[in-house]
């Protein structure tokens, strides 16, 4: 089957089944309820679904400690129920992808204990142990401030075990050979039910080197084409989406430089330094960041987003520039976490304000890359910092003012719906948003499908344009002999600029793709306009006849 890389002009919804929409009434989502919400989703222009872990589990991670990589948690359904769902899926045209957490296991999964009982068992080297505790075991946390260690003492091993993560999850040894085999089993048991790839969790720390013996861990990136491999002979079609905070100029190592590697990764470089422009109001830095991840094969793509289920990670910014971010959108200690982070989502950052929330969707849907965008943030859903860490933003999908948001029929949520402030169910929901033409919820159905109609973001080549100012960023995409431009003034300020587009004709007209608000040159060849405060613009670049056309239609 010939692959055709669906991928780059796809938008992703991420959600959890757990918090999305509940069916028999026990307070915790389910498949059922999810397949009530298809048509919503399809609805919305929503091409892609991918689901976080759902897999049996201990839940003491939100399910990224799996305990049976083969099954569904018997709070969510069956694997009846999830067939049926990716069924649905397919009739509707969208496809699924499904988190792969194959870095460490729960410590209650059968292999891990099983392996802690019989040192003689066959999945002993599936983990990695130490008779003594390492040196290095305080270093390489990944949760500062709550996570100690690195290294753990198990009484029925009588020994110590790795985890990169939690206490609770044990690293896998993943440079075994059968460890990597059954890595592949995994996904061809999913593929066989009708996932169309997955989002694979710490790609970094699954292809290190582990062990207490290794003092300078290498990433095995061959693995990353074995996986590529399989994918492309089980279903021609099926991606990983990796899940890499990796630094410019290691990324090709996970791509490939043919692309025989990752399909997809994340791009952490670019959404850390997207929140320091949208914090000062200024993009010198993240068209560096732009600049510094463009190289990519031509079937490698960027997954682009603003906010996911962990904290917005700013560690890669200077101290000066991460307390910039701080300051404009964590202000307050209990907003931060992990001495790195903002726990906080999207809407609550930007105080609410319609405009600032335009502008940072419509800037994350004009990047390099596919959008990928998290549930509850296409009606601006807040976020609850009662709770601890990450949860406080995993709180339950807002659908009505009913009971609970409409979520569940239970008194008992799996998570508090939040149900008091500005951004409770009573005014923050599905219902009320669907009514409304001027809510959040429509503006970003129709920017969902402008995105979808301007494939050049997806496929194309991208250069900036200059605007004589670091606060307005324009970036233009040619592709087929087709070119767009977007615009995007960052500053709470209207600013006019002056720009000369690079295209074929002398009279290059700029066809606005978002209103009637058009633009053609002046005498001396240049577009001139008027962005309002945090005022944004997609063009297509075309002579004068396409916009004659267009506005004859």
Not at 142 to 163: L, M, R
Not at 249 to 267: I, S, V
Not at 334 to 349: K, N, S, T, V
Request: proline letters at 6%.
């Amino acid at each position: 089957m010939i692959n055709d890389l669906w991928y780059k002009n796809a938008v992703i919804y991420c959600l959890s089944v757990a918090t999305y929409m509940d069916a028999n009434g026990d307070g915790i989502g389910d498949f059922q309820g999810l397949m009530r919400r298809l048509d919503y989703l399809q609805g919305m222009g929503v091409t892609a679904i991918w689901l976080m872990p759902f897999q049996p589990s201990p839940g003491k991670d939100g399910g990224y400690d799996v305990a049976n990589y083969y099954g569904v948690d018997p709070r969510y359904g069956t694997l009846g129920d999830f067939v049926e769902f990716t069924h649905g899926c397919k009739q509707r045209g969208m496809r699924v992808l499904i988190d792969l957490v194959v870095n460490h296991t729960s410590d209650e999964h059968p292999w891990f204990q099983e392996a802690r009982r019989d040192p003689e068992s066959r999945y002993r080297d599936w983990y990695l142990w130490s008779k003594k505790k390492p040196k290095n075991a305080s270093s390489g946390i990944v949760f500062p401030g709550v996570q100690k260690s690195t290294w753990d003492y198990d009484e029925a091993a009588k020994a110590f075990y790795f985890h990169r993560f939690y206490e609770f999850q044990p690293d896998l040894n993943t440079s075994n050979p059968e460890v990597q085999a059954e890595i592949l089993k995994i996904m061809g048991f999913w593929l066989q039910l009708g996932v169309s790839g997955f989002r694979m969790d710490a790609v970094p720390f699954v292809i290190s080197q582990k062990g207490a013996s290794i003092a300078k861990p290498k990433e095995q990136y061959d693995m990353l084409r074995v996986f590529s491999q399989f994918l492309t002979w089980r279903e021609g079609e099926a991606i990983i989406l990796a899940e890499a905070n990796v630094l410019p100029g290691t990324d090709m190592k996970y791509f490939g430089t043919a692309g025989e590697r990752l399909q997809m990764m994340f791009n952490f470089e670019v959404n850390q330094h997207l929140f320091y422009a949208l914090a000062s109001s200024d993009s010198r830095l993240l068209v560096k960041a732009m600049r510094a991840t463009k190289s990519r094969p031509t079937t490698a793509q960027w997954g682009q987003f603003l906010r996911n289920h962990d904290e917005l990670d700013l560690g890669r910014l200077e101290d000066k520039q991460r307390e910039i971010v701080f300051a404009a959108f964590g202000p307050d200690p209990e907003m931060q976490l992990y001495q790195r982070g903002i726990r906080r989502r999207l809407a609550p950052m930007l105080q609410g304000d319609r405009r600032r929330l335009e502008l940072a969707y419509s800037l994350m849907m004009t990047l390099p890359g596919t959008p990928v965008v998290r549930y509850g943030d296409e009606i601006g859903m807040g976020d609850n910092l009662k709770l601890p860490e990450r949860n406080c933003a995993r709180t339950p999908m807002q659908w009505s003012t009913e009971p609970n948001a409409g979520f569940t029929k239970s008194e008992k949520p799996v998570l508090p719906v939040i149900s008091d402030g500005p951004y409770s169910f009573q005014h923050v929901n599905v219902a009320d948003q669907r009514r409304d033409p001027n809510s959040l919820l429509n503006w970003m159905e129709r920017i969902i499908r402008m995105r979808k109609e301007v494939p050049e973001i997806g496929w194309g080549d991208f250069s900036f344009v200059s605007t004589g100012t670091p606060k307005v960023l324009a970036i233009q995409y040619d592709w087929r002999n087709n070119a767009v431009l977007c615009v995007h003034n960052l500053s709470g300020e209207p600013r006019e600029v002056r720009l000369s587009v690079d295209a074929d004709e002398e009279k290059c007209v700029l066809a606005n793709l978002l209103s009637n608000d058009h633009s053609e040159p002046d005498a001396s060849g240049k577009h001139r306009m008027l962005l309002e405060p945090y005022g944004y613009r997609w063009f297509r670049v075309c002579g004068l006849d396409y916009l004659l056309k267009r506005t004859a239609v």
